[in-house]
């Protein structure tokens, strides 16, 4: 697994399938403009909405849980990286939510 900067996932948002694995109350803050969100905990029964023909980039809060989620899915078959900082990160770089 590796970690990327908000701007390379920025630059990789067209290439890549965004997963935002936080809970509901944190996306309800905002999420990356077509991310897919899958809460850490409903991963394995939801599996199947990921292609393992695109790359992952898995995002929380802070980056520790996305960690985690991307090592689970590297071992499941799938490329998966982690954002590092998390959205702390990438709204105090001034990206886009919705």
Do not use: K, Y
Request: glycine content about 8%.
């Amino acid at each position: 697994m590796a970690e990327i900067s908000v701007t390379e996932t920025a630059q990789r948002r067209d290439t890549a399938r965004i997963l935002d694995v936080r809970e509901d109350f944190e996306v309800a803050e905002g999420i990356i403009p077509g991310a897919l969100h899958i809460p850490m905990h409903q991963l394995q029964e939801r599996l199947s909405e990921l292609d393992p023909a695109v790359p992952v980039i898995a995002v929380c809060r802070s980056g520790n849980r996305s960690a985690r989620v991307a090592d689970a899915l590297n071992g499941a078959g799938f490329s998966a990286d982690t954002m590092t900082g998390g959205m702390i990160a990438w709204t105090r770089a001034g990206l886009p939510t919705t």
